[in-house]
């Protein structure tokens, strides 16, 4: 079939709108009209990399519909609405029969290849290939995507605020429930108030948490954080996050979650962090930063350090929770979808992460129907 898709030609050129050919799902594949996705900053970061195989459909935070399935296809049926997850995952290895799916390693070689599971495309123009991004490529009207990427939602979910939920909500949801397993009446420090940040928020005020310290940089992140449940804020150019959540607390916060990708909010996480407590770590470090811990002792404080990628999340698990707690009031998405826009305008979308004034506390979402 013939469809309209943003098509990346070249490291950090605007993506074109191109018209192309999109081949059925296989047997362990699905067929779905994207209504919704979500333009992430690691699209961003993707459309600026040299190591991105192109040309390339990118776009990962996505929803729809299920238009057709394979053969072997028991998941999902025609009609169903999905969330697209992707990061899908064998239930095979060691790691996803003890429980920890987020590990397989299934996905990583197509994807990093920009080809399905099997090692190849669904996505061709004029005969020459088109590389997938993320097994999903959801800045297209149709995609192809395996079973296990495609997770039922309630049928009264709008798709918008679903297309959210596969990546960003997710990791901080679960980073927080899941990967630190914040506990009712504890106290809670989340450095980095971004897409993840504000999430990860939503899960330990849900979580039960009686403080939830937000700490970042940008005082308009830090207001938008009371949004979302935060108790309190420390603006960390201007004040000792050590310190500070150690006036809060009394001797630190029982759960400290890192989605800012630097190792210097790291280090402050674990100093502000009491002893017996856990500095859990989703943000992903620049490969030449360093991490510092004080080595002094380091036996005696009983601290735990957990590097957690996508937030522990299990999407079969996680993705209709987050849904229905969506639509009993209890979690907000509406207030993540900072604009809606029509895939002809998706490049800007790209533009405003140029903008250091631009609002990173939510997404900007490329709208399909009418």
């Not at 990583?108 to 920009?114: D, N, T």
Request: with cysteine; proline share 4%.
């Amino acid at each position: 079939m013939k469809i309209k898709a943003a098509v990346m030609t070249g490291v950090g050129k605007p993506l074109e709108i191109q018209e192309v050919k999109l081949a059925p799902p296989k047997a362990n594949e699905v067929l779905v009209k994207i209504e919704a996705t979500g333009v992430c900053h690691s699209d961003m970061n993707a459309l600026s990399d040299e190591t991105t195989p192109t040309p390339a459909i990118l776009g990962h935070e996505g929803a729809g519909i299920v238009a057709a399935i394979g053969s072997n296809v028991t998941k999902v049926k025609v009609g169903d609405k999905v969330a697209l997850s992707w990061a899908p995952y064998c239930g095979t290895c060691e790691f996803c029969v003890t429980g920890n799916v987020n590990l397989c390693e299934t996905a990583f070689g197509p994807m990093f290849e920009g080809t399905l599971l099997d090692g190849t495309s669904r996505l061709s123009k004029d005969g020459e290939k088109i590389n997938h991004y993320s097994l999903l490529s959801t800045f297209a009207e149709y995609t192809v995507v395996p079973e296990l990427s495609c997770v039922k939602l309630p049928d009264e979910m709008p798709l918008a605020q679903a297309s959210l939920i596969g990546c960003g909500v997710a990791t901080g949801y679960s980073a927080a429930v899941h990967a630190a397993k914040v506990t009712p009446g504890s106290t809670v420090a989340i450095f980095g108030i971004g897409g993840v940040g504000v999430n990860a928020i939503q899960g330990a005020r849900i979580a039960g948490a009686s403080k939830i310290i937000a700490c970042d940089m940008k005082p308009a992140n830090l207001e938008m954080a009371k949004k979302f449940g935060a108790t309190h804020t420390v603006n960390v150019a201007e004040q000792n996050a050590e310190d500070r959540l150690k006036e809060l607390t009394g001797y630190g916060v029982h759960f400290a979650i890192d989605c800012s990708g630097h190792t210097k909010a790291t280090e402050s996480a674990w100093k502000g962090t009491r002893k017996g407590g856990t500095v859990v770590v989703v943000g992903a470090f620049n490969p030449t930063m360093e991490l510092n811990l004080p080595a002094a002792g380091f036996h005696r404080v009983g601290k735990i350090l957990k590097g957690s990628f996508y937030g522990d999340t299990q999407p079969y698990r996680d993705f209709p929770v987050i849904a229905q707690l969506y639509l009993d009031g209890k979690f907000m998405l509406d207030e993540l979808v900072l604009d809606r826009i029509k895939l002809d305008d998706i490049n800007k979308a790209f533009d405003s992460f140029h903008d250091c004034n631009c609002m990173n506390v939510g997404r900007t979402v490329v709208e399909f129907s009418s």
